[in-house]
């Protein structure tokens, strides 16, 4: 057995070096990105079923490293959350969304919603909301033009602190959507006394909901609670028209996914609305 543990060291050591090693470069750089303004954020449009016009637009953060290429957030907002990096990227993203969204309704598009992703750090931060009011000062964007997003795990802890927190938030005017819903600890109740706008339907339900029928149950009751508590109802991760001919009897009210459009760079997303293309 002293055998066995003396292989495994040698196995497994160099392993967790290189992986500690690329966690410790990761941050290293994710650091300087910020100055370097190596981040950029890709849109991808939401539509509304009801009118098949485009809604808004989701911002999702992309990191542009010049030899390592595009990075997903998936692989570093992890880290950013657990340095606290989440709190700088997170500010700079929600400024440059509602910059962006300002711009293109000066443009002359009608008004869209930006959605922007609030990590459970930024969240929590005790001057989060003078936060948000400060940015809409600064960019001069409409409250209900801004919809923050945000995951079930942000609204488990703290519940006291979260609905006081929602409540200043809907009293600013923006918009709240619960993220990834039905991934976390969903509690029915709590989206209720949350009041949100907005439940976005995790794509994990989307994917096979034309073919796993429990799958179809539970986007059907989804869709159907929220018409109930007045909540709007987002499918996203929707990519085959079968998808959306499901949601679309269902009584979806918004579509999110590759059927219409990929998350694309700002300026491809201003292109799209400046031709007014349709979806
Ligand atoms: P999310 O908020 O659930 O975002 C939706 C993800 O699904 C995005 O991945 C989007 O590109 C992808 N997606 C959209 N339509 C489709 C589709 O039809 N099919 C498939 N398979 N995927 C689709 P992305 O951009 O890689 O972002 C991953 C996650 O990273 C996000 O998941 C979000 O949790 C996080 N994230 C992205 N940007 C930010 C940010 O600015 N701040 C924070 N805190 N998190 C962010
Ligand atoms: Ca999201
Ligand atoms: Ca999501
Ligand atoms: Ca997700």
Not at 34 to 52: A, H, K, M
Not at 145 to 168: F, G, P, W
Request: charged letters at 25%.
């Amino acid at each position: 057995s002293k055998e066995k543990g003396g292989n495994s060291y040698h196995y497994y050591q160099p392993e967790m070096n290189k992986r500690s090693l690329h966690r410790l470069n990761l941050e290293i750089h994710l650091r300087k990105a910020l100055e370097r303004d190596e981040f950029r954020i890709f849109y991808q449009p939401i539509v509304d079923l009801s009118n098949g016009k485009i809604y808004g637009m989701e911002s999702l953060i992309r990191w542009v490293h010049p030899e390592w290429g595009m990075i997903s957030p998936a692989e570093f907002i992890p880290l950013a959350e657990e340095t606290g990096l989440i709190i700088p990227i997170g500010n700079w993203v929600l400024k440059q969304s509602c910059l962006n969204n300002k711009k293109w309704q000066n443009i002359g598009h009608p008004p869209l919603c930006v959605s922007v992703n609030i990590s459970a750090i930024q969240f929590h931060q005790p001057q989060f909301v003078q936060l948000v009011e400060k940015t809409l000062e600064e960019t001069g964007l409409e409250p209900k033009l801004l919809c923050l997003e945000i995951t079930e795990n942000v609204a488990m802890t703290n519940i006291s602190y979260i609905i006081d927190t929602m409540q200043k938030l809907r009293a600013l005017g923006v918009r709240i959507s619960i993220d990834d819903f039905g991934t976390g600890y969903s509690s029915f109740s709590y989206l209720k006394r949350f009041r949100v706008h907005t439940l976005k339907i995790d794509q994990s339900f989307i994917r096979d909901v034309t073919v796993d029928e429990e799958n179809a149950a539970i986007v059907t009751a989804l869709i159907a609670m929220s018409r109930q508590l007045k909540i709007k109802s987002l499918a996203e991760g929707v990519e085959t028209q079968e998808q959306l001919d499901f949601l679309i009897n269902q009584g979806c009210d918004e579509v999110q996914g590759y059927v219409f459009s990929k998350p694309m760079p700002a300026h491809e997303f201003e292109l799209m609305i400046k031709e007014n293309k349709q979806l």
